[in-house]
């Protein structure tokens, strides 16, 4: 496997298992700043939710309730003269 490569992903990895991921607490533009730091690049993200639309009881009214599903890091690396690009998704509960 490519040492670069494997570096990224172990940097990207490490800035995850300390970051909540959640709606609320969630700031790409932070995110963006903070691994273009680590990795030398600002990589690119994608935030996927899940929207669910909840009807009261009376029919009447409905609720729109987004929640984050996962959260896709990308990233380029180079093998063999070529430049790649990688991706790491992470799921949230």
């Known amino acids: 496997m490519n040492d670069l490569k494997t570096l990224k992903e172990k940097q990207i990895n490490d800035y995850i298992s300390n970051t909540l991921l959640n709606e609320d607490s969630i700031d790409v533009d932070v ?53 790649k690009f990688g991706t790491l998704t992470y799921l949230t509960d």
Do not use: F
């Not at 996927?48 to 309730?65: A, C, P, V």
């Open 31 to 83: 995110m963006k700043d903070a691994l273009g730091q680590i990795l030398g690049e600002k990589p690119g993200i994608d935030l996927e939710y899940k929207t669910e639309q909840l009807i009261m009881e009376d029919g009447k009214k409905s609720i729109r309730k987004d929640k984050l599903e996962s959260v896709s890091i990308y990233y380029t690396y180079e093998e063999n003269g070529t430049l």
